[in-house]
């Protein structure tokens, strides 16, 4: 045989073998927010079945901080091979890019999209003995009281941020921004008054809300969420056109073979298209998805344009 042709085909079936091989050691999950974030609660909801999926263990790696910039920082930098994931939202691979004006990485081009895992809608809660029991009562209060709101965030630039800085926008109302690591911190302020009002994320504010510690004023989405059906729109219950949507998915370092990508994709994917994961997921306020990579590259670039206007048109600047 030519000995150019025994190399390739040499070089082919190692390269295969690889492929096929893979994973061979436990992959690690970074979530780029603290534990009992929303990303958080996401990302181990599917961590568990994941690892059966790869029949490799999946560390999940809390990494928060800098609005996400830390924790995908991380994930840029890692080695092309599929043993580094994040779960990231809209905020991570969409909007920060457009928040800071220097960037570690560039976010258009460092990852490799894998799948969107779901879409999910904020929700506006104060504490319970707020005297604003309605969207309207809060503008109200917050017109006759300038600078006496505080609302609470998971960072600047993301969703939770952005949704109350539309709605801070729109209103013309005074709010000081109060940026925690993780909801569950603001969740102890927002109930022991220090803090007003939070845009927070169905999973972590629902059980809350059921248990009456947090008070819903209204969801961010266009529709009413079934989950909480009897709770009007941001839009419906005071605000017309206000109207703004989070999402998440996984992806991993850009360069890693597509071979890997595609792997875990299915894995993901199946993950996603089992009931009582869907059930699962929908009971955290996240409707599934499970995209093609493809497709997820396109809601990430559709989704960085959309956010660019919306951050310019504010004037928001995380540095």
Request: aromatic share 6%; net charge positive.
């Amino acid at each position: 045989m030519n000995r150019h042709l025994l190399g390739a085909v040499v070089f082919g079936c190692a390269f295969i073998a690889t492929a096929a091989e893979y994973p061979l050691r436990p992959i690690r999950l970074v979530v780029p927010f603290g534990p009992g974030s929303i990303t958080d609660v996401l990302a181990r909801t599917v961590s568990v079945r994941l690892a059966d999926a790869m029949a490799q263990q999946i560390v999940v790696d809390n990494r928060p901080g800098a609005g996400g910039l830390i924790g995908s920082d991380l994930v840029a930098k890692a080695q092309p091979d599929g043993y580094t994931l994040m779960l990231g939202g809209a905020s991570t691979f969409s909007i920060n890019q457009s928040l800071y004006s220097s960037m570690p990485y560039d976010s258009a081009t460092a990852f490799a999209p894998i799948t969107q895992m779901s879409t999910n809608s904020n929700v506006l809660i104060v504490n319970p003995s707020f005297p604003a029991k309605s969207v309207k009562e809060l503008i109200a209060y917050g017109k006759a009281n300038p600078g006496k709101l505080n609302y609470a965030s998971t960072g600047a630039g993301g969703s939770i941020h952005l949704s109350a800085e539309m709605f801070k926008s729109m209103t013309g109302i005074d709010m000081v921004h109060i940026a925690y690591k993780a909801s569950p911190l603001a969740h102890i302020d927002i109930m022991g008054g220090q803090v007003q009002l939070m845009f927070d994320g169905m999973p972590t504010a629902l059980p809350l809300i059921k248990a009456g510690k947090l008070r819903a004023l209204g969801v961010t989405s266009a529709q009413r969420s079934q989950l909480l059906p009897e709770l009007p729109t941001v839009a419906e219950a005071g605000l017309p056109g206000y109207a703004a949507v989070n999402w998440f998915g996984f992806a991993t370092t850009a360069g890693t073979p597509r071979e890997r990508v595609d792997k875990l994709n299915a894995g993901i994917v199946r993950i996603l298209n089992q009931p009582e994961v869907k059930e699962r997921l929908l009971a955290l306020g996240a409707e599934p998805v499970g995209s093609r990579p493809d497709e997820f590259a396109r809601l990430i670039k559709s989704e960085a344009a959309r956010w660019g206007q919306i951050v310019k048109a504010l004037g928001l600047k995380a540095d």
